[in-house]
């Protein structure tokens, strides 16, 4: 009778624990570098949703549409009832707001949301944070990846949560996010996101 040496009986017994085992599964989200990258190339886009916010002056909702085209963009925000709607409209680094049928240009440094609604959000960051990307042209004081897209962000002394995503034309975009800075925090619900208009 042959006996199995030491190393060939450890090989054995290693293939048959082996066939044993199952896989693991793989999730089903990209890792961060094809995800950004993914996101990254979406250039024409928009979404319909909600805010609610807490500020020093107490606690607001509205209703956003957001219309995304290149560096173009149009900010719609609505009240309760429609009592108050006023859209932010960005063409060629021009800023202006819609209200009542009348556009009305704004100079820089001017802050619409802030005079319509008491509350403000940075417009030049928005474009990449609600796609869950950072801004590229900052630096990010803290930024947290799990399963493949961004969870926490720090950056321009705003700090975003992303708790949920949603798989749209297969990239994963935020379905909810959290923001808050000094007196203000709030969230924002992202539907209806469309790709290429």
């Known amino acids: 009778m042959h006996r199995l040496r030491p190393a060939a009986l450890l090989t054995l017994v290693l293939l048959v624990a082996g066939c044993a085992t199952q896989p693991a599964p ?26 609610a916010l807490k500020t020093a002056r107490g606690a607001d909702s509205a209703s956003l549409k957001w219309r995304q085209s290149r560096e173009d963009l149009e900010f719609t925000v609505s009240g309760p009832v429609g009592i108050k709607e006023a ?46 990307l950072p801004h590229p042209g900052l630096p990010a004081e803290r930024s947290e ?7 926490l962000l720090e950056q321009a002394g705003w700090t975003l949560e992303y708790p ?9 975009l935020p379905r909810v996010i959290r923001f808050s800075r000094e007196d203000v925090s709030g969230k924002i619900l992202l539907k209806r996101w469309t790709l290429g208009l």
């Open 26 to 51: 793989i999730s089903s989200a990209p890792d961060w570098t094809r995800h950004s990258a993914s996101l990254e190339e979406i250039d024409t886009w928009s979404f319909s949703g909600r805010i």
């Open 87 to 132: 859209t932010l409209v960005r063409e060629d680094d021009r800023l202006s707001l819609l209200r009542n049928g009348e556009r009305q240009p704004l100079a820089a440094g001017d802050d619409p949301l802030l005079q319509e609604f008491g509350w403000s959000l940075p417009l030049d960051y928005l474009p990449w944070w609600l796609r869950g």
């Open 145 to 151: 990846i799990s399963e493949g897209h961004l969870a």
């Open 164 to 172: 949920d995503y949603q798989w749209v034309d297969g990239r994963l």
